[in-house]
């Protein structure tokens, strides 16, 4: 079974691991302590963006839009990544990070530091 996780033609691999959290099959960077989400999502190289596009089916001949669906596009490598319902709206990976640690945080009611991850992957097709 491979790895899928995504690797770039440059060797990049959009993952991270830190401390003893082990690299899967020695692919991704490794840090020493676990970083916050902003800081992990860079290390992993998972700071990129989708746009959403429309789909189209061929009937009879003439290519008409699929008003019930869309794509969702990774817009560096333009990989689809999945078709989705009309409502269906992306999240945004750096906004979602950093509220999610600030909810932690404000959760946890206590002085100790902000949530921090230790590991991050991309799968994707290979």
């Not at 996780?5 to 959009?14: P, Q, R």
């Not at 999502?41 to 008003?67: C, F, H, S």
């Not at 990989?79 to 989705?84: F, I, P, R, S």
């Not at 269906?88 to 600030?102: E, H, Q, W």
Request: overall charge positive; charged content about 25%; glycine content about 8%.
């Amino acid at each position: 079974m491979s790895h899928e996780i995504t690797v770039h033609k440059d060797g990049t691999a959009e993952m991270f691991a830190a401390g003893s959290t082990p690299v899967w099959h020695r692919i991704g960077q490794r840090v020493e302590r676990a970083l916050t989400s902003g800081a992990a999502l860079q290390m992993a190289a998972l700071d990129w963006k989708v746009d959403e596009r429309p789909i189209y089916a061929d009937i009879a001949g003439e290519m008409t839009a699929v008003n019930t669906h869309k794509s969702i596009v990774r817009r560096d490598t333009r990989d689809v990544l999945g078709v989705v319902g009309r409502k269906y709206r992306p999240s945004r990976t750096r906004r979602r990070s950093s509220g999610s640690t600030a909810s932690l945080a404000r959760a946890s009611r206590s002085t100790r530091p902000r949530a921090r991850s230790e590991t991050a992957p991309s799968c994707g097709p290979s």
